[in-house]
């Protein structure tokens, strides 16, 4: 009888496991890819392929979910024990099976770095307009709530809290804020609309601030390709140190999206901002932005080319130089690399994605190595098989 | 009788060929069409003649090449001189395609016998299809009814009609040569007019309202720039629009030759004199090869290539090859003969379509594939080759008969995405680098290339196992073989082609992979292929799996080629095509179909049985 252990290692290891694994990554990538005309490409990828699992909820709305289905990560991660496994089982050194060597080999380098990819690589914009320096870069997807001391005017002393941060029912304080914030409410989609002065039945969002005449509802999750969801959240604020008996409470506030003026709130003679933004990632150095120029194809509207003139200057480092990014050219620097991503209509906005991806060479060195063991294995395959022909004919 | 059979088969080839291949003639009236459709002008970005902005426009709003009239047929170049200078004739061709009955219950008319309208019938609904059409623009492409599509065609369709009848002559005018010579004179005497009322002084109030009309006339002339004739005059600098090119007569005080020479011939079409006509098209001829040479012997070139349709022609001969090809399985007597006739028939036809890619990378300075439409030519080129390798090993006629078909097949898919418009358009900028064009997409679509091969082999397997009387062992070996180097082939190609193209894209997005359509589309057929190699190693299938596997290797491929295109997301859909729709999903039945036939164990199969 087998031990358990060499059970596990003989499944792990198995032909069978690999044909499963590509079976269902077979229909996940289909599946994935036509419910990208539904839910787009952010959810999809979210559900679909960064998961453990695919959940099904039987209830459109209900909490109570099911998994129908193994998900990407869960699918790759088997994919690759099962290569690993089987690469050290069945390893024999001889030039006969150097080409299967090679290209599983790569296999797993490219596996690898995807995981890595996926869990570490964090993927940013950064939008200058001409004459513009920034410093930072912001999040596609996630937003911070950032409170602003506005009362030295050379500075601005800001205390940003992440998104996760921000659940119904959560109380958040911090040492620099005289006042203590709780989320009342958080919304990933909502809408906002203006009261009417004749409507009395309509409940405002906030007591204070831009919400109290403002109408907040929840809305599904945005899925077109150009549509964006509209994130919304109802704070309250208590100044003092306890606000049992109900004192201090100074009212709520609505934050969102859709809410172009920060909101203000004054406290102890200082005023403070309230706004709900993209999540900021700042660098250790700047970018200044000369010109952006977007070329099309003359008589047409067939984009051709579009570039942005930049300086980078990194005071740490003594670094200052002018850089040109456009298509399939980007600048790498500190880590970090900028594509021209795009541009906003007045064309004077330049719209640059950022990327910092600690294991971006992973792809190229495992292609390279799956590249090579596929053209030695199929090419011993190709010149046994002419030479079995040529002995063939000569006989 | 057998000697004579790849003779024979060489006559049909070149009867075929003759038959196709017909150099462009003057028309009915005299006007020599052929030489101002070879004049070089600017359209859709790219330097091009007139011939291909005629046939792509008219291919655009009828399908077509040609112009049916009452007594007999307009070609294209001839059509077009119309629509430039003879308006009201124009107006009265029937060109516009309506296929959809709701559209003409738009103007209240039944569906007939007649598919086809003049912009004169259209006229009095403009507004309405304009209407009609810019609410349907506004819903996305994926979720547009029929009725919305074919409205919204017409719309662009008649925009583009309009942008073709006003940009070489305003068309209220007789005599538009005799106003540019009156330009050109009045021109000295309207500006010291308007210098001296600028500076207040007393100045020639005739001269300067006559000056005045004239330029607001050119201004709205030189505004239709859809197609621009008027090449720069040293050589180098910006092609411009007729009307542009009149207005910058004030820089000099002459009016350029060109622009005199597109107003005569203009004129003479319009008062119907074709001996002027072509006296000014010569005249515009020696006047652009003498300012642009190398834009106007490409004109020429491209000419030349339009008449000739080599993919055209070549389809026609994939189909023979198919046919003689399988002719050789029906004689046994006389099948080394048939193999040959086919080999050779298919040689031509690559020849041919060596020709036509050449030509194609010549006139757009860039590698083979840049559009669907350059890839399904390509897939046809690709697999011939593998064919008539595969049949120069084998000399069986199978990979003669496999790559005729599927060359037959995509260059049919070709023909009909030709009708999008100019399949030599310029380049979306992301696509802008040729040592992407030219590695990653040529290798993804040689994977295509082996997949429809290697399908189509099976197929052959499939078909011949079960229904056929000579199916004798050592070929269904042979074709065993075949369908598992191509498949080994298939895997090598498209992996090292999603790959590149991964790398593409963490060049110019900043990610390797992005689970894009179609990203994920050449996914599957890396998995598809992966999947079939690993079974056949394992022993889990055997020659029936491997043959059924690679059938579905077709659908797969289909839909990673075409389908994701129609799903009309992601980075990659250049162009949603609602009509090819039920197309592809007959295709994919078709395979299933085959799969199901397959599905019998061996023992059954006719074929197998009697060897």
């Not at chain 1, 695919?54 to 099962?82: C, D, K, M, Q, S």
């Not at chain 1, 980007?330 to 021209?340: A, H, N």
């Not at chain 2, 309208?117 to 009095?124: D, H, N, R, T």
């Not at chain 2, 030709?418 to 990653?440: C, F, K, P, R, S």
């Amino acid at each position: 009888m087998k031990s358990f252990l060499v059970k596990f290692i003989e499944f792990i290891s198995s032909l069978k496991l690999t044909l499963f694994c590509l079976s269902a990554a077979l229909l996940l990538v289909f599946a994935g890819t036509l419910a990208q005309v539904r839910y787009g490409i952010d959810i999809v990828q979210e559900r679909y392929f960064q998961s453990l699992f695919i959940w099904w909820p039987p209830v459109e709305t209900g909490a109570f979910r099911i998994p129908v289905f193994p998900g990407g990560h869960l699918i790759g991660g088997l994919l690759l024990a099962n290569l690993i496994a089987a690469h050290v089982r069945r390893f024999r050194w001889g030039w006969k099976k150097a080409g299967i060597q090679l290209t599983h080999g790569g296999l797993i380098i490219m596996l690898a770095g995807g995981l890595l990819t996926d869990l570490f690589s964090v993927e940013s914009f950064m939008r200058i307009q001409e004459g513009e320096t920034k410093r930072y870069s912001e999040s596609f997807l996630e937003r911070e709530l950032a409170v602003i001391d506005t009362s030295d005017p050379s500075l601005d002393r800001v205390v940003a809290i992440p998104e996760d941060r921000l659940e119904p029912g959560r109380l958040i304080s911090h040492e620099s804020l005289p006042f203590r914030i709780v989320v009342k409410d958080y919304l990933v989609n909502s809408e906002l609309k203006m009261i009417a002065p004749s409507d009395t039945e309509s409940k405002p969002a906030s007591s204070r601030g831009s919400g109290a005449r403002i109408l907040l509802t929840k809305q599904s999750r945005a899925t077109g390709m150009k549509d964006r969801d509209t994130r919304s959240a109802v704070v309250e604020l208590i100044a003092g140190p306890d606000a049992a008996d109900g004192a201090g409470l100074l009212g709520t506030w609505l934050v969102s999206d859709a809410l172009a003026q920060p909101q203000t709130v004054e406290v102890g003679g200082k005023v403070w901002t309230l706004t709900l933004r993209a999540k900021r990632y700042y660098k250790p150095f700047s970018l200044t932005l000369h010109e952006f120029t977007h070329e099309r194809y003359p008589g047409t509207q067939i984009p051709k080319d579009f570039s942005s003139e930049v300086t980078l200057n990194d005071e740490d480092t003594g670094e200052s130089r002018e850089a040109l990014i456009y298509m399939n050219h980007p600048l790498r620097y500190g880590g970090e690399t900028f594509y021209q991503a795009g541009f906003e209509r007045t064309e004077d906005v330049t719209v640059l994605q950022v990327v910092r991806n600690p294991s971006f060479v992973a792809p190229y060195i495992g292609c390279v190595v799956v590249g090579v063991g596929l053209l030695l294995q199929f090419g011993m395959h190709l010149v046994g098989f002419a030479g079995r022909r040529k002995a063939l004919s000569k006989t | 009788m057998k000697r004579w059979i790849p003779w024979l088969v060489g006559l049909v080839v070149i009867l075929w060929i003759a038959g196709t291949v017909r150099p462009p003639k003057a028309s009915a009236e005299g006007y020599d069409t052929p030489a101002f459709g070879r004049l070089p002008v600017l359209s859709g970005g790219r330097i091009q003649p007139i011939d291909t902005v005629a046939r792509n426009s008219l291919r655009i709003l009828s399908g077509k090449q040609v112009v049916r009239t009452g007594d007999g047929k307009l070609d294209a170049t001839r059509w077009l001189a119309e629509v430039f200078f003879d308006s009201s004739q124009a107006a009265k061709r029937t060109i516009f395609k309506i296929d959809n009955p709701e559209v003409l219950g738009l103007f209240g008319w039944k569906q007939e016998q007649r598919k086809y309208f003049s912009y004169a019938e259209l006229f009095p609904f403009l507004q309405a299809i304009e209407d009609q059409g810019q609410s349907a623009a506004e819903v996305e492409a994926a979720h547009r009814s029929p009725y919305q599509t074919g409205v919204l065609n017409l719309r662009n369709g008649l925009i583009l009609y309009q942008r073709l009848a006003d940009c070489l002559r305003p068309a209220e005018l007789e005599d538009f040569a005799a106003e540019v010579d009156r330009y050109a004179e009045v021109l000295p005497i309207g500006l010291a007019a308007m210098s001296a009322r600028a500076s207040g002084k007393e100045y020639d109030e005739e001269a300067m309202r006559s000056f005045s009309g004239l330029v607001n006339r050119f201004e709205v002339l030189g505004k239709a720039n859809h197609v621009m004739p008027v090449p720069p005059p040293n050589g180098d600098g910006e092609w411009m629009s007729l009307g542009a090119a009149l207005l910058a007569t004030a820089k000099d005080g002459v009016a350029d030759p060109i622009v005199r020479g597109y107003a005569a011939a203009g004129d003479a079409m319009h008062a119907g004199n074709p001996e002027a006509f072509n006296q000014a098209v010569a005249k515009l001829g020696e006047a652009t090869l003498a300012r642009v040479p190398e834009a106007k012997s490409r004109a020429g070139f491209e000419g030349g290539f339009n008449t000739i349709q080599p993919f055209y022609v070549s389809m026609g001969l994939c189909v023979l090859a198919f046919l003689v090809a399988c002719a050789s399985w029906m004689s046994d007597a006389a099948a080394p003969q048939l193999r040959r006739g086919a080999f050779g028939t298919l040689l031509v036809a690559l020849l041919i379509m060596s020709f036509g890619l050449i030509a194609r990378m010549y006139l757009q300075g860039r590698p083979p594939v840049t559009n669907l439409y350059s890839s399904a030519i390509f897939i046809g080129w690709g697999t011939a080759v593998i064919g008539l390798l595969l049949e120069k090993i084998f000399k069986d006629g199978i990979g003669t008969a496999c790559a005729g078909m599927v060359g037959f097949i995509t260059l049919i898919i070709a023909h009909h995405l030709a009708a999008n418009g100019d399949t030599l358009e310029m380049l979306q900028a992301v696509l802008d680098t040729n040592i992407w064009l030219a590695t990653h997409v040529v290798v993804i679509t040689m994977g295509y290339c082996a997949m429809f091969l290697a399908g189509m082999l099976a197929i052959i397997y499939v078909i011949r196992g079960r229904f056929s009387r000579n199916f004798d062992k050592a070929t269904a070996a042979g074709l065993q073989r075949m369908v598992y180097g191509v498949i080994c082939f298939a895997t090598l190609f498209s992996f090292v082609g999603t790959v590149l193209g991964g790398i593409w894209a963490d060049q110019s997005w900043g990610r390797f992979w992005g689970w894009d359509p179609k990203e994920n589309g050449a996914l599957l057929i890396v998995l598809w292929c992966t999947l079939i190699l690993h079974a056949r190693w394992g022993g889990f299938i055997k020659v029936r799996g491997l043959m059924i596997m690679t059938i579905f290797g077709n659908v797969i491929t289909a839909f990673s080629w075409f389908g994701v295109n129609m799903l009309g997301i992601g980075l990659h859909s250049y162009g949603f095509m609602n009509k090819a729709f039920p197309w592809l999903i007959a295709f994919m039945a078709s395979q299933l179909l085959l799969m199901a036939i397959a599905m019998p164990t061996l023992e059954k199969w006719r074929g197998l049985k009697q060897s």
